[in-house]
């Protein structure tokens, strides 16, 4: 049985950090667009915490998707052409095989 993955081009986790210290808060991680606006940095604009990394194919069927992400989202594709925003989000990448973020990208193009 195929289960629909919500939000499939929110590909990427990162662990949940305490805002100040930057330790991990053991929160259950969710899944972000690469270029989450959201996710704690110190004052020279590096990341809190461990760096995000590719959702496994069960993190995406299990791990909720960021409400911010998910909202920024919906409000891409309802704001533009609707199958360019959605084929964007949910392309496949032709090195690695995994679904490109939200900006087209992905992690094995660095």
């Not at 993955?5 to 259950?28: C, H, M, Q, S, Y």
């Not at 911010?68 to 052409?81: H, V």
Request: aromatic content about 8%; proline content about 6%; hydrophobic content about 25%.
């Amino acid at each position: 049985m195929t289960t629909e993955i919500e939000f499939p081009g929110l590909v990427w986790v990162k662990d949940p950090v305490n805002a100040t210290t930057g330790d991990l808060t053991g929160e259950r991680p969710r899944r972000h667009h690469e270029d989450c606006w959201h996710w704690y940095r110190d004052e020279r604009g590096g990341l809190l915490g461990p760096q995000p990394y590719p959702a496994s194919d069960e993190q995406m069927r299990e791990l909720p998707h960021c409400k911010t992400c998910a909202a920024d989202f919906t409000e891409r594709t309802m704001s533009t052409n609707v199958g360019a925003v959605a084929s964007s989000h949910t392309g496949t990448c032709e090195t690695c095989g995994m679904t490109r973020s939200s900006s087209g990208s992905c992690y094995c193009d660095e």
